[in-house]
Structures are given as C-alpha cells and as structure tokens.
T-cell receptor, first 107, second 114 residues
Framework: KNEVEQSPQNLTAQEGEFITINCSYSVGISALHWLQQHPGGGIVSLFM???GKKKHGRLIATINIQEKHSSLHITASHPRDSAVYICAVRGTDKLIFGTGTRLQVFP | EAGVAQSPRYKIIEKRQSVAFWCNPI?????LYWYQQILGQGPKLLIQ????????DSQLPKDRFSAERLKGVDSTLKIQPAKLEDSAVYLC????????????FGPGTRLTVT
C-alpha cells in the first residue's frame, strides 16, 4: 500500500463544475503539498498546508490531521485547469508523492 | 526572481549510451533535489543535496547514475549506461533549506531511451 493515496486517478468534468480531489496518507507529516503538473512535465506548487484550509482564487485546499486526509477543490472549473494534480506529504526532510489525479475539463 | 532552470528539455538516446542533465537552482537555495518521474507515477527522489553535500541518495541506482553539485550551486545528473527503463522525466527542484520550505520545480527533462 502506498503511503500517499489519491482518488480518483482520472477525472473528467464539464466547464463550470465543482471538482474535488482527495488525498489520504498513512505517515506522520509536518506539511502537505498540492502540486499541479501540466503536459511537458513542469510542476507548480499550489498549496502547502499543515492545518485547516487555504484558498487561492478558485482553488481551496483543506486538511484534517486527525483523519490524515486532505482535499483539493476547484470551483467553477475551466479547461485551463486540465492537468495532473499531485498530493505530496512532507515526512522528515523529504516529500512523499502520490501518483496524481489526471483532470480533464471540457468546454 | 528566475526559476529553476534545466537543460536539455528533451533527449532521445539509445540504450547503453550516456546522458547528462543540468540544473541551476533558484539563487540562494541551499537544497537541491533530483527526481525521476516515470509516466503515470509520482516523482521519486533520486538524490538530495544540501549545499555541495549529499543528504540522501538511497534511491539512486549508483551502478549507473551519478550526480554532483561541486560548488553548491548548479548540479549535473548523469546516466551511464542508459537502460530502457530509464525513460522518464527528470525533475530538478530547490528550496531554501530542506525542512520547512517549499520546493520549486524546474520544467524537467524528458528522456527517451530506445
């Protein structure tokens, strides 16, 4: 069993839909990251959080430390949100990555 | 502020050939990471440098992979000889220090071994 599990693996949506991507982890962490990876490989950090909730534009990330679970929400989704979203947890000094959720948003 | 630079962006080689990748981290970042990302998987840490010293290379296949960061700034990752299963995106990332700071990723180098 992977230390970081994401669901769903693949997700398709119509433009405007509300999207939720989930991440569960089994190790103790100091922080959790949500990353976005577009085709071509480059990774952009969306959020780093250790408790509660963060919001940036149409993106919202929440974390429940007791349940070892985090969610990434996208409100009013748009085709430009199409990407792979990766959850990564920080153990001691290294990041442990999930396998990602591939999101496709159609107009 | 300039981001993490990597070159080349794409490389195609035949198995048993050698290849080298270059990374220039964000200025002032002490920690540099090399990751391997195979298609459909999350990134896997190959090696982590703190300045010019190696912090973690436990998942680096040392019989064929090597990396250096001689002056504590830019870094090179080499594969010699390459195997088919080395086909992947090689990502470089950097951070101020390892523990509490965000990692900033470069655009990656896509390696295809034929």
């Amino acid at each position: 069993k992977n230390e970081v599990e994401q669901s769903p693996q693949n997700l398709t949506a119509q433009e405007g839909e509300f999207i939720t991507i989930n991440c569960s982890y089994s190790v103790g962490i100091s922080a959790l990251h949500w990353l976005q990876q577009h085709p071509g490989g480059g990774i952009v950090s969306l959020f780093m959080l250790s408790s509660g909730k963060k919001k940036h534009g149409r993106l919202i990330a929440t974390i429940n430390i007791q349940e070892k679970h985090s969610s990434l929400h996208i409100t009013a989704s748009h085709p430009r949100d199409s990407a792979v979203y990766i959850c990564a947890v920080r153990g001691t000094d290294k990041l442990i990555f999930g396998t990602g959720t591939r999101l496709q948003v159609f107009p | 502020e300039a981001g993490v630079a990597q070159s080349p962006r794409y490389k195609i080689i035949e198995k048993r050939q050698s290849v080298a990748f270059w990374c220039n981290p964000i200025s002032g970042h002490a920690t540099l990471y090399w990751y391997q990302q195979i298609l459909g998987q999350g990134p896997k840490l190959l090696i982590q440098f703190q300045n010019n010293g190696v912090v973690d290379d436990s998942q680096l296949p040392k019989d064929r992979f090597s990396a250096e960061r001689l002056k504590g700034v830019d870094s090179t990752l080499k594969i010699q000889p390459a195997k088919l299963e080395d086909s992947a995106v090689y990502l470089c990332a950097s951070s101020w220090t390892s523990r509490f700071y965000e990692q900033y990723f470069g655009p990656g180098t896509r390696l295809t071994v034929t």
